[in-house]
């Protein structure tokens, strides 16, 4: 029995992690090899809640720059993030892991409204908990959410997946000099403006002391790696 580092993780996935080669619009192929990563997860006995974005349909701000109401272009990305949550639950369950989808826009139709405690309940009988609809307000975002969503379920860390392998101190597809970082502190992030997540987020996790591991969710072995102890992507604490 491998000794678990976090029992209950929250994973923030970027919307864009569904997107296909164009970078647009829902990749089935792409949400499996995600589905595939967290059913590992789940095998460790691990408790799995995931807050999806919505970058890949839309978001807030592209509607804002085409002259929109900001309320509305948000509440469209909110729903946009509906439609990745279960893309992403099909996925799994075609895995055969459980889920329940549960939405902050409630739409009872396709998707459990958002219930704090029911989610707890869902997580506890091993099923995987996609939230969709953020936090269920405009002018937030996903990472919020996420970092909301944390809290309220007692996870022992944020996980925010992502394309390169933590947090470095430039971009390291542009600067092949970047010096990437094992460790962070919440306030070295918000000084130093590092891209991990938004700042209300980050001061969320800050002032809740969650840990926000930052890693590379295509790299294989990195999730599954981080949950049994192995130094992997970026942490960022006290
Ligand atoms: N959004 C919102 N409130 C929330 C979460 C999301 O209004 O609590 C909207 C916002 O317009 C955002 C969009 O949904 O741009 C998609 O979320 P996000 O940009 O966080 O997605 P990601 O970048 O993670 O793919």
């Not at 678990?4 to 990749?27: M, N, T, V």
């Not at 090899?33 to 967290?38: G, M, N, Q, Y």
């Amino acid at each position: 029995m491998e000794n678990i580092k976090y029992h209950r993780i929250l994973l923030k996935l970027s919307g864009e992690a569904l997107a296909g080669p164009q970078q647009f619009g829902i990749d089935p192929h792409r949400a499996l090899h995600i589905a595939e990563r967290v059913r590992e997860v789940r095998e460790l006995g691990v408790d799995v809640a995931i807050v999806i974005g919505a970058g890949n349909l839309w978001r807030g701000r592209e509607g804002l720059e085409l002259g929109m109401d900001r309320a509305t272009a948000d509440y469209m990305g909110m729903l946009a993030t509906v439609m990745n949550a279960l893309a992403l639950m099909d996925s799994l369950e075609s895995l055969g892991v459980v889920t329940r989808v549960q939405s902050a826009v409630e739409m009872r139709s396709v998707a459990e409204p958002y219930i704090r405690r029911r989610a707890i309940r869902h997580l506890e009988k091993g099923r995987v908990v996609i939230f969709g609809g953020g936090t269920g307000n405009p002018y937030f975002s996903t990472d919020t959410a996420a970092a909301l969503r944390a809290m309220e379920i007692g996870a022992d860390v944020l996980i925010k997946a992502t394309k390169v392998d933590g947090v470095y101190d430039s971009d390291p597809k542009k600067n092949p000099n970047a010096v990437k970082f094992d460790h962070l502190t919440y306030i070295d992030t918000l000084n130093r403006q590092l891209k991990v997540m938004d700042s209300t987020a980050i001061s969320l996790c800050m002032e809740n002391q969650l840990p926000i591991l930052v890693l590379d969710l295509f790299d294989e072995s990195a999730l599954r790696g981080a949950l049994v102890g192995q130094s992997v992507g970026t942490l960022v604490t006290a």
